[in-house]
């Protein structure tokens, strides 16, 4: 069980980390909003997704591609006019008297679980699942690799925050959602 867990967690960490949106997203959510609420809004979003790779992974392969491209311009569009209007004092540091922890993981897991279906690392803990015929190994091992992948890019997020401006971040994250809303239109095919 515990190569299983391994292999499983190796190969989908693999999978996530060469080439995936993911770590933009993350990375940029976490230099403009609180880190904490940011890495549990994204695992919880990723824990979900590997869910539903595990268990209804075939079915997800056998979906239009065009769908899910779609879905996924459609939520980084959204995201991009989101951060671009929202005023700069409410994206600092949090305003007494209330709390944006629940509002960043909202827009974390948002950004996550609507984005990048049938992704790679999906993929692999789908054809996992199968080969293992042990669903909660495979989730727990797939879960973990994307909570490792939401964690360093949080860290890396946080890092840029130290150099960069409030307004330098929100334009930045701005184009990076603009960016990835038009590479997954570009996959839309009807």
Known sequence: MLVQLAS???AVLGAEIVGDKTLYTVGSLAARRRVSAVVAGASVAVAAKMAAAVYFGQFLARLPPFVLALASAVTFAGLAVSVWLRRPST???PVPGRDTSGRAASLAFAAIFFTEWADPGQMAAALLSARYRAPAVVLLGATLAVVSKVVIAA????SVRRWVSD??????TTIVCTVMCVLAALQVEI
């Open 8 to 10: 499983v967690y190796v």
């Open 167 to 172: 307004t330098g971040l929100r334009f930045f």
């Open 91 to 93: 994206l600092e540091a």
């Open 155 to 158: 860290t890396v997020g946080v």
